[in-house]
């Protein structure tokens, strides 16, 4: 593939009609140098310069002579000259490619020289470049982040007496007394109803199922009010 020079001004592609002879890219660090007592003159590194460089070319008048690429953008000189002022003098960025060069720099235009050379209407010209970095200001947008309400807990739910006559759930081992003697069928989950409480005996009260059938004396702890 043949090597080819790109200028894109403000985003629009243009095509050079005539590859420079000679291109060189100049990249610069901003060392400084500074005295250090017992060592004398030192390097210290500093940031990377911006790059800078230039060319030398021509607008042909006649796009057909066999030294200009005929994929380039079709201008007449006056054209090329009235792009490349506007870009100068209005501080357009200006993207520089070479393909295959590895080239490929946003700048602005720092200089442009341009003139007749003979009778032809050919325009020469030389162009000179500096790195271009954007440093404008960039607005980043604050998003307030959403603090999710905590729910309020539920308050527990306050257990209602054991009476004569209440239903309850019965989860225990029956016996025979309330006083534990007699230890018999354990209940699960099961449906009942109290019909004896004995206050202070450790089997305080005494179920039945809710046709009345007797089942047993049980722990405070093995019925809950439904």
Known sequence: MAIQFYMEVEGKRHILPVNPGEIKINERTNNS?????????????GSKALTDFSFHSEFPKNLKAAYVNPKCTKKKPQDWVKLLKNAKNKNQKVRVIGTDLGINILCAIESFEWGFEDSTGDVVFDLGFKEYKDYSAKYVKKVAKKVAKKKPKPKPAKNKPITIGCEVICNGRLHRDSYGSGPGQTEKNARRKVNFIAKGRKYPYHVTTLNGGWRGWVTAGSVKRV
Do not use: A, C, P, R
């Not at 140098?33 to 590194?45: A, D, H, R, S, W």
């Open 33 to 45: 140098t500074t005295e250090v007592v017992k060592l004398g003159e030192i390097n210290q590194f």
